[in-house]
């Protein structure tokens, strides 16, 4: 038994806590904890937080295993603080049948079992205009939402035509399915790389997926869900013409929820200098002004959620021109860290932290409460290293920061 004495919670109040190290459950990362049973230790240092929900990863199961599976996605999620993740239906094969879904999820279970974490996971199913009738063979219970690519990305699944999307909203709305959207408009985007066909530096991808091409995706899902009454969650929005149109549809009382992701509020088009390859993603990096609205998004209220966006590829993908480069990055084990030391620099409030990473997540999806939680120690700061990190691929586009807020130890309810 080890007994810490004088742990902060997210209220300012203080508890002890007791931890039995042979407990199911349990995960200690930290070396400094004693390894024998007993010990009493202040823990003034410490601070408790609700197992954190990331409504958003992509741990490439199956088909893409050599970049991640949920072995070494649920060792990273868990060492991020996270004991609940979403994961997205963009896989080889694309998650887009019944059968297909319950093939994954008894992959899951298998590399869950071999992990022996009790990662809590919930799964998107991926709209496909070929398959509409699947729709109608799940019930809602069987998947957190539908995920609509309105705009390329990593995978085949694409719904750019005004048919597909107003079939899919219509179903979605008879069967009270939540949407959520990749939220970017695909002719705009082809419309940008023909201007831009003999580049092959990463720094052009912000030219091409501009805010723009952002923003009349997401003027077309508001309208879409207006007209079909359906849930709409917007995933990692990135730019201030898509802020202005969710305040509106939240000023109008739609049921319109906003996701943004770490990298859009820790890095910038001026990231592209050192990172190149590895500083890619849908959508892309902005200018430091976009940065900014986020923040105020974020503290305002008018953002909802932080998701990850966890989507890992290897050293050798990312070195490769742009037009080879596969887009994404792998975040869920920096997030937490990266928030908090935000929340000591006066950037963000703890109580939005855990509004953004657990409360709210948690009733947009409609999660059970649970009473899992993580320690992290707020007095030791570590720089990131890629190479420690749990994911498959070992590297971290905030390679070399130094950040505090590292979780020590989680704790599942069992």
């Known amino acids: 038994m080890i007994k810490l004495n004088n742990v902060a919670l997210p209220d300012g109040r203080r508890e002890d806590i007791v931890l039995e190290p042979k407990a199911p459950g349990l995960f200690i990362f930290d070396q400094h904890l004693p390894a024998r049973s007993e010990a009493e230790l202040d823990a003034s240092h410490l601070l408790k937080l609700p197992g954190l929900i990331d409504p958003h990863v992509h741990f490439r199961t199956p088909g893409q295993e050599y970049k991640e599976n949920w072995e070494s996605g649920s060792l990273a999620a868990i060492r991020g603080g996270y004991t609940t993740v979403f994961d997205m239906p963009n896989t080889h094969p694309s998650t887009i049948t019944v059968e297909r879904l319950a093939a994954k999820k008894a992959l899951i279970a298998s590399q869950l079992g071999e992990a022996q974490i009790p990662l809590r996971y919930q799964l998107f199913f991926g709209a496909d205009k070929r398959h509409f009738n699947e729709l109608a063979r799940l019930a809602p219970k069987d998947v957190v939402g539908i995920k609509v690519f309105m705009g390329s990305s990593t995978g085949e699944l694409l719904m750019d035509d005004d048919s597909s999307l107003h079939a899919l909203f219509a179903l979605a709305g008879h069967f009270n399915f939540l949407v959520a959207v990749h939220a970017e408009d695909e002719a705009m985007i082809a419309a940008q790389k023909a201007l831009f066909t003999k580049c092959t530096s990463h720094h052009v991808h912000s030219q091409i997926r501009t805010p723009e091409v952002a923003a009349r995706a997401v003027k077309k899902a508001i309208d879409l869900a207006r007209l079909y009454q359906v849930r709409l969650y917007i995933l990692h929005v990135s730019s201030i013409p898509e802020l202005e149109l969710i305040q509106a549809a939240k000023a109008e009382g739609l049921p319109v929820y906003a996701e943004t992701c770490p990298h859009y509020l820790f890095l910038t088009t001026e990231t592209y200098l ?25 503290n305002s209220g008018l953002i909802d959620t932080i998701g990850s966006d966890h989507a890992p590829h290897t050293l050798e993908e990312k070195a490769h021109t742009y037009d080879c480069c596969p887009s994404g990055v792998p975040g869920i084990e920096t997030t937490l860290p990266l928030l908090y030391t935000a929340c000591t620099e006066g950037r963000l409030s703890l109580s939005r932290l855990v509004q953004l990473t657990h409360t709210q997540p948690r009733q947009i999806f409609e999660v059970q409460e649970l009473q899992d939680f993580v320690l992290i120690d707020t007095a030791r700061k570590r720089h990131v290293v890629g190479a420690d990190l749990a994911t498959r691929v070992k590297w971290s586009p905030y390679e070399g920061m130094e950040l505090t807020g590292w979780p020590i130890a989680v704790q599942f309810q069992i």
């Open 274 to 298: 050192h990172l190149q390859g590895r500083a890619q993603m849908n959508p892309a990096l902005r200018d430091p002004k976009h940065q900014a609205a986020l923040w105020k998004a974020l």
